[in-house]
């Protein structure tokens, strides 16, 4: 929730900035927005992969929130555009690291019978996030006379909190109890997936592409 909050309070106004301050184009900025968003969908698939092979799923998602968290200083202090487009792409790889091998945590940590409760609570706090980022920057940005970069700089602290608690209060489970890790699946094995997945997957992949 807390990384979402930091997040979502900077990307509600980036566009803005990076148009009103930095002189992008709107061409340029839905460029970069897609190619974020982009790198962060295919890290997924191989953050996921490697948490499989390793089994050190929270050094990944640290690693993932830590590269989230450090870039988002570089959004109040870039002087340039090519600034952003840096803290963009780190940022979002980060969110890629992180994602996959954090869900598996959850599943590794939460008892079987409350894995579904698990799951849900991460997505509603991951909801709350986001919805209370664009309204915190809102407000900051009434109590300051559109002063962007002091939100930006507000932005930053919930992100540090988000990292020093996965890095600091988050333990993987003990080895001794984990359920062995099965190999990643094949394409061929993902082939004989009836076709109802595939039909999710596809609506998921519509839907996602209107966001």
């Known amino acids: 929730m807390l ?8 990307h509600a106004l980036l ?11 709107t061409l340029a900025v839905g460029l970069i927005e897609g190619i974020a968003e ?9 953050s996921g992969v490697i948490s499989d092979r390793l089994g050190k799923r929270k050094a990944l998602a640290a690693l993932g929130y830590g590269m989230a968290a450090f870039t988002k200083p570089i959004f ?24 996959a091998p954090r869900d598996a945590l959850i599943a590794d940590i939460a008892p079987p019978a409350l894995r579904g ?27 300051s006379g559109d002063d962007v970069r002091l939100v930006f700089w507000v932005a930053v602290v919930p992100g540090f909190l988000a990292f020093a608690l996965i890095a600091f209060a988050v333990h993987d489970p003990d080895p001794a109890g984990a359920v062995p890790a099965r190999a990643p699946p094949r394409w061929g094995e993902a082939r004989r997936l009836p076709a109802a997945v595939w039909w999710i997957v596809g609506l998921g992949a519509v839907f996602t592409l209107a966001r």
Do not use: C, H, N
């Open 3 to 10: 990384m979402d909050v930091s997040s979502e309070a900077i």
């Open 15 to 25: 566009p803005i900035w990076m148009v009103g301050t930095l002189g992008a184009s």
């Open 38 to 46: 982009a790198t962060a969908a295919i890290t997924k698939v191989f």
């Open 76 to 99: 109040p202090l870039a002087g340039s555009l090519g600034w952003i487009v840096a803290a963009r792409f780190v940022d979002r790889v980060g969110k890629g690291i992180s994602g």
């Open 117 to 143: 409760t698990a799951f849900g609570l991460r997505q509603t706090l991951d909801t709350i996030g986001a919805f209370v980022g664009p309204l915190l920057a809102i407000a900051l940005m009434a109590v």
